[in-house]
């Protein structure tokens, strides 16, 4: 048995995009996103709930942490998703974010077993104004990994109440793919306590895995807080959105019964992240769903 946490992440994102390049594309939940779209048909999403994971960001973020920032804000966006500091204080981006008139209402983290280095984090979190912190990555090859993952979300949920902070989980692909007779995610929706335990969804990566997020909303209605919003191309790969073939307008029409409150652009790569970053806000504000 192997168990990865968010360490492992780049590599496998990695592997992951130039695999999409030859898997294609699931047709679930998705269409052509552009041609025929009808912009402005149904309510918008609040200005004030479009942000961005700064891991799109994240070489941009390790020359300047202020102008990057500052072009996001800039560019319109309200809130940002943090993945690490980049040598700042908490204190420091506190006062940064509040300069820029930007929020972080989440960040991905690993989640200590230990429990002084939880409370460390969660002093963190509460420093930055962080309602969430969210575990960004975890996969194993049986289930009885994903169960204790379960218990230590739920011990790790209890603690954090108790400082005004929620533990999320965000998926990839792999959660769905069937193990033992059943799936990860399954795993963890069940053997989470909701009162302790939000996710995050990542809609990519469920319609990735050719699963249909209206299922995930339909099985458990409120769950899901936050949602990674990007685009995938024709061939499955990373796209930014505008480009690619996921109907958002379909899926987001479900966003109360998800629970979605807070809607963060994504994308894996980096080939333009200034670019992806411009191109997901100005969709998300015309989108109409």
């Not at 800039?74 to 690490?84: D, I, L, M």
């Not at 959105?241 to 994308?267: P, S």
Request: proline content about 4%; aromatic content about 10%.
């Amino acid at each position: 048995m192997r168990e990865f946490t968010n360490n492992d992440r780049r590599g496998f994102l990695r592997g992951a995009g130039a695999a999409a390049l030859a898997a294609g594309v699931s047709a679930v939940g998705a269409r052509t996103a552009v041609a025929g779209a009808e912009w402005g048909r149904g309510p918008h999403i609040p200005r004030s709930k479009i942000g961005i994971q700064l891991y799109t960001l994240r070489d941009m973020m390790s020359e300047s942490v202020a102008d990057t920032l500052s072009f996001l804000s800039e560019v319109g966006y309200s809130e940002v998703e943090f993945a690490g500091l980049y040598d700042y204080t908490p204190e420091q981006a506190r006062d940064l974010l509040r300069e820029l008139r930007l929020r972080s209402p989440a960040a991905h983290e690993d989640i200590p077993t230990e429990r002084d280095q939880l409370e460390q984090l969660l002093h963190r979190a509460r420093i930055l104004g962080q309602r969430w912190i969210v575990l960004p990555w975890f996969s194993a090859d049986d289930l009885a990994s994903y169960q204790r993952l379960a218990e230590r979300l739920n011990w790790a949920g209890d603690l954090a109440r108790r400082h005004g902070v929620r533990i999320g989980y965000h998926n990839h692909a792999h959660e769905f793919e069937t193990l033992e007779g059943k799936r990860p995610y399954d795993v963890l929706l069940e053997e989470t306590d909701r009162h302790l335990v939000d996710f995050e969804v990542d809609l990519y990566w469920v319609v990735k895995a050719g699963v249909d997020p209206l299922e995930l909303f339909e099985r458990a209605p409120r769950r899901f807080p936050l949602a990674h919003i990007k685009g995938m191309a024709q061939d499955g790969s990373f796209a930014d959105l505008g480009e690619g073939v996921i109907d958002y307008e379909r899926i987001l029409a479900e966003r109360t019964r998800a629970g979605i409150r807070h809607f963060f652009v994504e994308r894996d790569d980096q080939p333009h992240p200034r670019e992806t970053a411009r191109e997901g806000y100005h969709y998300l504000r015309r989108l109409g769903c």
